[in-house]
């Protein structure tokens, strides 16, 4: 899972960076558990993010793509907490994604192509702190085709990682 996890993180860190010449490479902050930070700096400052992986994906699916959740910080914009989830699929346009973390939750998501994100920085702010206090965390959404997906992330480590992101951005 770290291999593709890096991989993912990578990933991530190149499509946000596609239009920055010059652009540099993530540096890890650490693994923690079923998650991992990193950082990197550009003339824009530093962002730092932490993704992972789901334990387990279901749905009546033939081909999936990277699934993956990512928390990003962003000081520079003032921004703090941008939760993003990568469904490994187009999601049916308007439809709902829904995001289960103990006996709370989450439904004020919107999607565009196959990333979800919350509707506002207190949804964020609501989720994340869900998953500090959670043991995992369910996604259910629905593909294009229609098909309905259910992914269980484990939030092990979660915390942790939260921590050293939160610290090398200097997030108060």
Not at 153 to 160: D, E, K, V
Request: with cysteine.
């Amino acid at each position: 899972m770290k291999n593709f996890l890096s991989a993912v993180c990578v990933g991530v860190f190149c499509l946000a960076n596609a239009h920055s010449a010059g652009a540099v490479a993530p540096k890890l902050l650490g693994e923690y558990d079923d998650w991992v930070a990193y950082y990197y700096q550009d003339s824009a400052g530093i962002t730092c993010y932490m993704a992972s992986t789901p334990k387990k994906d279901e749905g009546k699916y033939t081909k999936r793509g990277d699934i993956y959740t990512v928390i990003t910080h962003r000081p520079a914009d003032k921004s703090f907490d941008v939760i993003n989830i990568n469904a490994g699929y187009t999601y049916k346009p308007e439809s709902k994604v829904v995001v289960k973390i103990g006996s709370k939750t989450f439904d004020k998501l919107f999607t565009s192509g196959d990333k979800a994100w919350a509707t506002s920085d207190k949804t964020d702010k609501d989720i994340v702190e869900a998953m500090k206090r959670g043991s995992r965390m369910i996604v259910h959404g629905t593909s294009s085709k229609g098909t309905t997906t259910k992914d269980t992330y484990s939030l092990a480590g979660f915390s942790q990682a939260y921590k050293a992101i939160s610290n090398k951005c200097k997030k108060k």
